[in-house]
């Protein structure tokens, strides 16, 4: 049996399933011909997808999540689950320090039994050096990177297969509740809605780095057949660009003429993104292959089918 069929035989538990990345990663998955174990907080209505069974638990419930891991007895886990709203994290931090550290430990405790188990932690860009002086930019930065330590120490500790990937900003299809959506949103909801309140972008020279899930998704496969362990790798673009021209490149594609409110506050993630991580995923034959445009269109495509148009 050649390693691309054996590959497809194979059980993959995804987190965070029923989110963003997450249902692109059950989908994709699942067309691989691989059965795909998607952990949700609840189960979906309806009939399941092909080659996707779901599984309702609460991440933060340790022994149900060790039952659950023992049952189903995954070759592979991609954990996506956690939350990612920096505004959020501010006025709620203990809830960011739960969800993304505790569950993370939690499921590579429940793994500790399935030693050739291979995981992929989807970490952020967002991280800062845990060493004095402590300076985390925000509490949802300041959980990403005890997600980081906590998941890297375990693969030091109880010698796991840990691949920790740092996604830069994801666009593309479906829920999400990025820049970009947001944007779309908005211009959707002013098209078919009538709405005239001005869409506020908090400057126009940030500069952010943008991927599609798709091609995030494609990376992660690619880690979880043939990533180090122990290794930190960053999945993007290479590219960054303002925010003033992903906006107007929006505008353009959708034809509107949306309200937009542009605002003076200092960029703190700019330097962070710029930061070299790890591993480079060139050297395991991996590039993006969606155009921003593309990226940009299905985006805006997405929102106008929510509302009842297409572009």
């Keep these: ?11 993959i538990l995804i987190t965070g399933a029923s989110g963003f990345t997450g249902g692109h ?15 949700v907080r609840k189960i979906p209505l309806g009939q399941f997808p092909e080659g996707i069974m779901y599984y309702a638990c609460d991440l933060l419930n ?15 886990v991609l954990h996506l689950g956690g939350k990612n709203s920096v505004p959020e994290s501010w006025e709620n931090p203990l809830l960011y320090m739960e969800t993304n550290v505790l569950p993370t430990i939690y499921l590579l405790n429940s793994l500790r039994a399935l030693p050739s188990c291979r995981i992929v932690i989807a970490g952020s860009m967002a991280v800062f050096p845990l060493a004095s002086p402590f300076q985390p930019p925000h509490p949802y930065s300041l959980s990403k990177s005890l997600q980081k330590a906590a998941a890297l120490s375990w693969e030091v500790l109880f010698g796991q297969a840990v691949i920790l990937a740092e996604p ?11 820049f970009c959506a947001l944007l779309a949103r908005h211009i959707a909801a002013c098209e078919y809605e009538g709405k005239t309140a001005s869409f506020k972008i908090s400057s126009r020279n940030a500069r952010r780095d943008f991927l599609d899930v798709r091609d995030a ?3 992660y496969d690619l880690l ?13 673009s290479g590219t960054q660009h303002t925010l003033e021209k992903i906006a107007l490149s929006m505008m353009n594609i959708a034809g509107s003429k949306a309200p937009l ?3 003076d506050e200092p960029d703190s993630s700019v330097s962070l993104e710029l930061q070299p991580s790890g591993e480079g995923m060139a050297k395991l034959g991996w590039k993006p292959e969606i155009p921003l445009e593309t990226s940009l269109h299905d985006v805006l495509q997405h929102f106008h089918k929510r509302e009842g148009g297409a572009l």
Aim: charged share 25%.
């Design 261 to 263: 409110e542009w605002g």
């Design 1 to 11: 049996m050649d390693e691309r069929a054996s590959f497809r035989k194979r059980v």
């Design 217 to 219: 998704v494609k990376a």
């Design 62 to 76: 340790k022994h149900g999540l060790e039952k659950l891991v023992q049952s189903i007895a995954p070759d592979y």
């Design 224 to 236: 979880l057949k043939k990533g180090t362990p122990g290794h930190t790798v960053t999945i993007s």
């Design 168 to 178: 830069s900003n994801l666009i593309g299809p479906g829920p999400s509740t990025g």
């Design 25 to 39: 990663a059950c989908r994709y998955f699942a067309g691989k011909g691989l059965q795909v174990a998607a952990i």
